[in-house]
C-alpha cells in the first residue's frame, strides 16, 4: 500500500497516456484545455491563496506566455521545445516586477494596478502593429520533433500532458518544502514570518515571479492546443474566470486548484447552447462561494466528506 | 583548548548582548527611556514591570520591530540597531509574540517545520528537483520537529490545526518553532500567559533544561512575580520605560522601589481611589 502510494503520482502519469485512445478530437481538445487551465489555477494560487496578495495580473501572465512563446516561434524560428522555457522565463520576470508593487500596495489598490497592467497588455496585443499582429492575432507553427508533427490534439496532448506534470510536480515539491511554508507563514502573520527569519519581501516576489512562470508556461501550451491566438482571450472574461477557478477550487491548495481548472473550464461545454448565462453563473459561483464556502470545493470536502485527510503540506519521508 | 581560550577571551571583550541607552518614543512619548542592559552569563533572564512598562517595546526594539530613537543594541559584539526583524533573526535571535505569532492554518508540524527556515541550505532549484540534498534536509526537518514535539508533549496534537488549539498549547507551538531554529538567544514575551499551574510547571523545567544544556540564552517577560521569580537567574525591572532595578530575585523582592512599582506608593493608593 505505502509503495503504491508512492508511485502514485507516476501510475496516474501512465493512466493518463491512454486517454487519446477513448476521446474523439473534441474532446481531447477541451481536456487539454482543462489541463492547462489546472497550471493557469495553481499559478494563481501561488499568489492569492498562498502568500494572499491580491493581484488580477494573472491573465496578463498567461497572455505574456501565449504571446511571448508564439513570437519566438513564429518571429525567431525557434522550437517549441525551447520557446516554451524562455516564455516562461519571460513571464517570470514579468512576475517578478509585478511583485514590487504587491510589497507596498494595500490590497485594493493592487487589485487596481494589476487590473491595469492586465487591460494594459491587452491594450498592446490589440496596437502592436506588426510585432503583436494586430486585433486578429496570428497562427502558431507547429511543434515539430524530426519528422514528428504535433498538429493534431491528440498529438498536442502528449506535450501538454508531459509540461504539465512536470510543472505540477516542480510546483507541488516547492508548496511541500520550507519555502512553500514561508509563503504561507508570510500571509497568515507577516511578523511572525520575519522573526523567524524569513525575508517577508523576497518571499512575496518569489511567488510572484513563480507564479508567472507557471501561467507563462500554462499560456505557452495554450499557444499550441489554440494554434492561433488573438488579443481577446486574455481580457476581462479571462480574469474573471481565474479568480473563479482559484475561490471555487479552494485558496492555498493543489487539489483544488486540480478541481477548480478543470471543473470551471470544462463548464462552457457543460451549457452549450445557453452560453448567454455563462456569466451570470460565473457571477453567482463567485457570491455562493465566497459567502458560503470562503476554502471552495477542497474545504467543502474536507469539512463534511466524512474520512477525507487534508492534503500533506510537507514532503513525505521514509 | 586553544581555541577555548580565545573564545572566552572574545567573550570577555563583548558582552553576549549589550544594551546602552535604548530609547524608543511614540509620537513625542518615549516608550523606552535610555534603557542600559547586558546580558552575559548563560540561563534565564527576566524583564518584569508592570502593563505598560515597555517589557514589549524592548523585546520589539532589539528584534527590529520598532525604530529605535537613540541607543546601541550589539549582539556578539556586533551592532544590529537598524536591521531588519529577519536580519537580526538570520543571526540567531529568535523571538515569540504575547499573540497573534501562531499560524493557525497549519498543523502542529508544519508550524513547528516553518522554524527551520533559519538554517535551511537548499535552493529554490535543488528544492523543486528533490535533489539528494533536499531530502536529506525535508527528513532531519521532520526528526528534529517530531522529537521537539515530542519534548513539549504536544506529539498526539502533530496532525491537529494550531488554530485549534487552547491558547497555552499554542504557546507551546510557538516556543517548539522558535526552538526549531537552534537559536543562540531567545526572547520569549510572556510564556507563561494562559497556561495551567501544571503546564507552567512544565514549562519552567523545559526552559531551564533549554538554557542549562544547550547553552542558549533566555529573556523573558512576564508581569507575574511569580513565575519570574520561579525561572530567573537574573531579573531587570523596567517601569514607565526605566530600569528601575536590577539583580537575583531574592535581591528584586526586597527592593522598595519595586515592590512600589507593583503596589503603588503607600498611602499615594488611597488617595488615588483604587
Given at each position: 500500500m505505502k509503495r503504491l502510494k508512492k508511485y502514485k503520482s507516476l501510475l496516474c502519469f501512465v493512466l493518463l497516456l491512454f486517454i487519446p485512445l477513448l476521446t474523439t478530437n473534441y474532446t481531447q481538445y477541451l481536456i487539454n484545455i482543462a489541463f492547462i487551465y489546472i497550471l493557469v489555477t495553481l499559478g494563481f494560487n501561488l499568489v492569492l491563496?498562498?502568500?494572499g496578495r491580491f493581484s488580477f495580473a494573472n491573465a496578463s501572465f498567461f497572455g505574456i506566455g501565449a504571446y511571448s512563446v508564439g513570437l519566438l516561434m513564429r518571429?525567431?524560428?525557434?522550437p517549441f521545445w525551447f520557446s516554451l522555457p524562455l516564455g516562461g522565463l519571460i513571464t517570470g520576470a514579468v512576475g517578478l516586477l509585478l511583485g514590487f508593487p504587491a510589497l507596498r500596495l494595500h490590497r485594493y489598490y493592487l487589485a487596481v494596478v494589476t487590473l491595469a497592467f492586465t487591460f494594459l497588455m491587452k491594450f498592446i496585443y490589440i496596437h502592436g502593429g506588426g510585432f503583436t499582429y494586430g486585433p486578429s492575432g496570428f497562427d502558431i507553427p507547429v511543434p515539430t520533433i524530426g519528422v514528428l508533427r504535433f498538429s493534431s490534439d491528440k498529438n498536442v496532448y502528449y506535450i501538454v500532458l508531459v509540461v504539465f506534470f512536470l510543472v505540477l510536480t516542480l510546483i507541488a515539491n516547492i508548496i511541500k518544502s520550507n519555502i512553500g511554508r514561508s509563503f504561507r507563514s508570510v500571509n497568515e502573520a507577516e511578523n511572525a514570518a520575519e522573526a523567524l527569519s524569513m525575508n517577508t519581501r523576497k518571499t512575496v516576489l518569489l511567488a510572484f515571479a513563480l507564479s508567472g512562470f507557471v501561467v507563462g508556461i500554462a499560456g505557452g501550451l495554450l499557444s499550441i492546443v489554440l494554434r492561433r491566438i488573438t488579443p481577446?482571450?486574455?481580457g476581462m472574461l479571462e480574469i474573471v474566470t481565474h479568480f473563479i477557478m482559484v475561490v471555487f477550487g479552494g485558496l492555498g491548495s493543489i487539489t483544488g486548484s486540480i478541481i477548480g481548472g478543470s471543473v470551471i473550464s470544462l463548464l462552457p461545454e457543460l451549457l452549450r447552447g445557453s452560453q448567454e448565462y455563462q456569466e451570470l453563473l460565473y457571477g453567482l459561483l463567485i457570491v455562493i462561494f465566497v459567502l458560503?464556502?470562503?476554502?471552495g470545493i477542497y474545504g467543502f470536502i474536507l469539512k463534511y466528506v466524512p474520512g477525507v485527510q487534508r492534503e500533506k503540506l510537507y514532503q513525505d519521508v521514509e | 583548548m586553544k581555541s577555548y581560550t580565545r573564545m572566552s577571551n572574545e567573550d570577555n571583550r563583548h558582552p553576549f548582548l549589550l544594551v546602552k541607552g535604548l530609547t524608543v518614543e511614540f509620537g513625542g512619548l518615549s516608550?523606552?527611556?535610555?534603557v542600559d542592559l547586558e546580558v552575559s552569563e548563560g540561563g534565564i533572564r527576566g524583564i518584569i514591570g508592570p502593563n505598560g512598562a515597555g517589557k514589549t517595546t524592548l523585546f520589539n526594539a532589539l528584534t527590529g520591530f520598532v525604530k529605535a530613537a537613540a541607543g546601541e543594541v550589539k549582539y556578539q559584539g556586533e551592532d544590529?540597531?537598524?536591521?531588519r526583524p529577519y536580519e537580526i533573526a538570520k543571526k540567531g535571535v529568535i523571538r515569540t509574540f504575547?499573540?497573534?505569532?501562531?499560524?493557525?492554518?497549519?498543523n502542529v508540524l508544519e508550524n513547528l517545520m516553518t522554524g527551520y527556515h533559519r538554517l535551511l541550505e537548499s535552493s529554490l532549484l535543488e528544492v523543486a528537483f528533490r535533489f539528494r540534498k533536499n531530502k536529506s534536509e525535508a527528513k532531519k526537518i521532520w526528526g528534529k520537529a517530531l522529537r521537539l514535539l515530542e519534548a513539549l508533549k504536544l506529539k498526539d496534537l502533530?496532525?491537529?490545526?494550531?488554530?485549534?488549539?487552547?491558547f497555552g498549547q499554542q504557546r507551546l507551538v510557538e516556543l517548539g518553532r522558535a526552538l526549531m531554529s537552534d537559536p543562540k538567544l531567545l526572547l520569549l514575551d510572556?510564556?507563561?500567559?494562559?497556561?495551567?499551574s501544571s503546564e507552567r510547571d512544565d514549562l519552567i523545567q523545559l526552559l531551564k533544561g533549554i538554557a542549562g544544556g544547550n547553552g542558549i540564552y533566555i529573556l523573558l517577560t512576564d508581569h507575574s512575580m511569580d513565575f519570574v521569580m520561579g525561572i530567573c537567574d537574573y531579573i531587570t525591572v523596567l517601569n514607565y520605560g526605566q530600569v528601575i532595578g536590577e539583580g537575583k530575585p531574592e535581591d528584586i523582592q526586597k527592593n522598595r522601589e519595586v515592590i512600589e512599582a507593583y503596589l503603588g506608593h503607600e498611602g499615594e493608593s488611597d488617595a488615588s481611589g483604587r
Amino acid at each position: 500500500m505505502k509503495r503504491l502510494k508512492k508511485y502514485k503520482s507516476l501510475l496516474c502519469f501512465v493512466l493518463l497516456l491512454f486517454i487519446p485512445l477513448l476521446t474523439t478530437n473534441y474532446t481531447q481538445y477541451l481536456i487539454n484545455i482543462a489541463f492547462i487551465y489546472i497550471l493557469v489555477t495553481l499559478g494563481f494560487n501561488l499568489v492569492l491563496g498562498y502568500v494572499g496578495r491580491f493581484s488580477f495580473a494573472n491573465a496578463s501572465f498567461f497572455g505574456i506566455g501565449a504571446y511571448s512563446v508564439g513570437l519566438l516561434m513564429r518571429k525567431l524560428g525557434i522550437p517549441f521545445w525551447f520557446s516554451l522555457p524562455l516564455g516562461g522565463l519571460i513571464t517570470g520576470a514579468v512576475g517578478l516586477l509585478l511583485g514590487f508593487p504587491a510589497l507596498r500596495l494595500h490590497r485594493y489598490y493592487l487589485a487596481v494596478v494589476t487590473l491595469a497592467f492586465t487591460f494594459l497588455m491587452k491594450f498592446i496585443y490589440i496596437h502592436g502593429g506588426g510585432f503583436t499582429y494586430g486585433p486578429s492575432g496570428f497562427d502558431i507553427p507547429v511543434p515539430t520533433i524530426g519528422v514528428l508533427r504535433f498538429s493534431s490534439d491528440k498529438n498536442v496532448y502528449y506535450i501538454v500532458l508531459v509540461v504539465f506534470f512536470l510543472v505540477l510536480t516542480l510546483i507541488a515539491n516547492i508548496i511541500k518544502s520550507n519555502i512553500g511554508r514561508s509563503f504561507r507563514s508570510v500571509n497568515e502573520a507577516e511578523n511572525a514570518a520575519e522573526a523567524l527569519s524569513m525575508n517577508t519581501r523576497k518571499t512575496v516576489l518569489l511567488a510572484f515571479a513563480l507564479s508567472g512562470f507557471v501561467v507563462g508556461i500554462a499560456g505557452g501550451l495554450l499557444s499550441i492546443v489554440l494554434r492561433r491566438i488573438t488579443p481577446d482571450s486574455f481580457g476581462m472574461l479571462e480574469i474573471v474566470t481565474h479568480f473563479i477557478m482559484v475561490v471555487f477550487g479552494g485558496l492555498g491548495s493543489i487539489t483544488g486548484s486540480i478541481i477548480g481548472g478543470s471543473v470551471i473550464s470544462l463548464l462552457p461545454e457543460l451549457l452549450r447552447g445557453s452560453q448567454e448565462y455563462q456569466e451570470l453563473l460565473y457571477g453567482l459561483l463567485i457570491v455562493i462561494f465566497v459567502l458560503f464556502a470562503p476554502k471552495g470545493i477542497y474545504g467543502f470536502i474536507l469539512k463534511y466528506v466524512p474520512g477525507v485527510q487534508r492534503e500533506k503540506l510537507y514532503q513525505d519521508v521514509e | 583548548m586553544k581555541s577555548y581560550t580565545r573564545m572566552s577571551n572574545e567573550d570577555n571583550r563583548h558582552p553576549f548582548l549589550l544594551v546602552k541607552g535604548l530609547t524608543v518614543e511614540f509620537g513625542g512619548l518615549s516608550a523606552l527611556m535610555n534603557v542600559d542592559l547586558e546580558v552575559s552569563e548563560g540561563g534565564i533572564r527576566g524583564i518584569i514591570g508592570p502593563n505598560g512598562a515597555g517589557k514589549t517595546t524592548l523585546f520589539n526594539a532589539l528584534t527590529g520591530f520598532v525604530k529605535a530613537a537613540a541607543g546601541e543594541v550589539k549582539y556578539q559584539g556586533e551592532d544590529i540597531l537598524g536591521l531588519r526583524p529577519y536580519e537580526i533573526a538570520k543571526k540567531g535571535v529568535i523571538r515569540t509574540f504575547q499573540g497573534g505569532g501562531i499560524f493557525s492554518e497549519m498543523n502542529v508540524l508544519e508550524n513547528l517545520m516553518t522554524g527551520y527556515h533559519r538554517l535551511l541550505e537548499s535552493s529554490l532549484l535543488e528544492v523543486a528537483f528533490r535533489f539528494r540534498k533536499n531530502k536529506s534536509e525535508a527528513k532531519k526537518i521532520w526528526g528534529k520537529a517530531l522529537r521537539l514535539l515530542e519534548a513539549l508533549k504536544l506529539k498526539d496534537l502533530a496532525e491537529s490545526l494550531a488554530g485549534d488549539l487552547s491558547f497555552g498549547q499554542q504557546r507551546l507551538v510557538e516556543l517548539g518553532r522558535a526552538l526549531m531554529s537552534d537559536p543562540k538567544l531567545l526572547l520569549l514575551d510572556e510564556p507563561a500567559a494562559g497556561l495551567s499551574s501544571s503546564e507552567r510547571d512544565d514549562l519552567i523545567q523545559l526552559l531551564k533544561g533549554i538554557a542549562g544544556g544547550n547553552g542558549i540564552y533566555i529573556l523573558l517577560t512576564d508581569h507575574s512575580m511569580d513565575f519570574v521569580m520561579g525561572i530567573c537567574d537574573y531579573i531587570t525591572v523596567l517601569n514607565y520605560g526605566q530600569v528601575i532595578g536590577e539583580g537575583k530575585p531574592e535581591d528584586i523582592q526586597k527592593n522598595r522601589e519595586v515592590i512600589e512599582a507593583y503596589l503603588g506608593h503607600e498611602g499615594e493608593s488611597d488617595a488615588s481611589g483604587r
